[in-house]
Structures are given as structure tokens and as C-alpha cells.
């Protein structure tokens, strides 16, 4: 069998995991020579489903720009929050997010909120929702420009289509009268 021609055929075909994974198979083919075809073939296709997979998280991750590389994973629940385990654990299943429920975390400056939204927010990217992130400062700046140059329309359907959206910095900086005018009927 020609492999690099195949292995180049499957990468043009778009199946770069495959491809990867035959060269590997290639190379070590002393680990794989007790396998059968059925067996190696699956592990082709384990490889590039995987990358798939794993090519779809990173998208999604880029596009909530979360602020922070958080995960609920690293979360402390010894440290003084005051966080239940079993409410954390019920945030983390994202059921509420199914079910259209919203989530507000309050509490003291620097004690974390922004940190636990973005842990919750990856959690949900890896269980293949839809997150965006934003400051609410800037969210509403970004706004004020969308409906200057037209696209505001676009930025409230992308808004709209987003699972879970982490609104963070709420009361930060002072709405304006300007900025409530500007937005009637939005």
C-alpha cells in the first residue's frame, strides 16, 4: 500500500486527524501489527473524530472570549466564598442553562465572580453550548457603534443565538441619559 499518497488524499479530503494517525501507525508499526484492520480503522477514526471535537471547543472558546482561562475543575470550594458544594455542583450540570434560568454572582470585590463565570462559561463551551462574554461597559459602547454603522441588528442575533451570556462589571461605570434615548425601541 502507497501511504503517503493516501495519507496526502485523506489530509486533502479534509481528514487531517486520519492522517496523522496513519503516519503514526506508520512509524510505530510494531505496536499496531497485532491489530486488525477493523481495529486500526478505528483508531483512525477515533483520532480525527477527536480532533474534530477538539477543533469545535476551540472555536467556541474563541468565540465567548472569555476573560479569564478558568475551569470548574480548579475551582477552591475551601477557600471563604461562600459557596455551597452541592449549588456548585448544580451550576456545573448546566442544567440551569437547558432550562433558561438566569445566574447572578454577587459578592465583595476581588473575591472571584469573574473567575467562577468564566469556569462556568468553558464548562459550557466543552459541553458544546453557545457563551459569549462580555463587560457591560463595553458591550454597551460596542452597541452605541453597531447601530452607528448598521450592524446593529446583526450583533443582537448573535446576542440572541448564545446559550449562556456572562455579563460581568454590571454598574462599573454610569449609564447615561444618552445611552438609554439612544437605545429605545432596541
Known amino acids: 500500500m502507497l501511504t503517503h499518497p493516501t495519507s496526502d488524499r485523506l489530509e486533502a479530503l479534509g481528514f487531517t486527524g486520519m492522517a496523522k494517525a496513519l503516519d503514526e501507525q506508520r512509524r510505530a508499526s510494531d505496536a499496531f501489527e497485532n491489530l486488525s484492520f477493523e481495529e ?3 483508531l483512525l477514526v477515533d483520532r480525527e473524530a477527536t480532533e474534530r471535537d477538539a477543533k469545535r ?8 472570549a472569555l476573560r ?3 475551569c470548574v ?3 477552591d470550594m475551601r477557600s471563604p466564598r461562600g459557596i455551597d458544594k452541592s449549588v456548585m455542583a448544580h451550576l456545573i450540570d448546566g442544567g440551569w442553562i437547558n432550562r433558561h434560568e ?3 454572582v454577587t459578592g465583595p470585590t476581588g473575591l472571584g465572580k469573574s473567575w467562577i463565570a468564566c469556569a462556568l462559561g468553558h464548562k459550557a463551551c466543552r459541553d458544546d453550548r453557545r457563551v459569549m462574554y462580555h463587560r457591560v461597559p463595553r458591550l454597551f459602547q460596542a452597541l452605541a457603534i453597531a447601530r452607528g454603522d448598521g450592524r446593529h441588528a446583526r450583533v443582537l442575533k448573535s ?3 448564545t446559550e449562556l451570556l456572562i455579563l460581568d462589571d454590571w454598574g462599573l461605570s454610569v449609564l447615561t441619559a444618552a445611552f438609554w434615548t439612544g437605545h429605545r425601541g432596541a
Open 68 to 70: 479569564q482561562a478558568a
Open 159 to 161: 446576542i440572541e443565538r
Open 40 to 42: 486500526r480503522l478505528g
Open 73 to 75: 475543575e480548579d475551582i
Open 57 to 64: 471547543l476551540a472555536t467556541r472558546l474563541r468565540f465567548a
Open 102 to 104: 438566569n445566574l447572578l
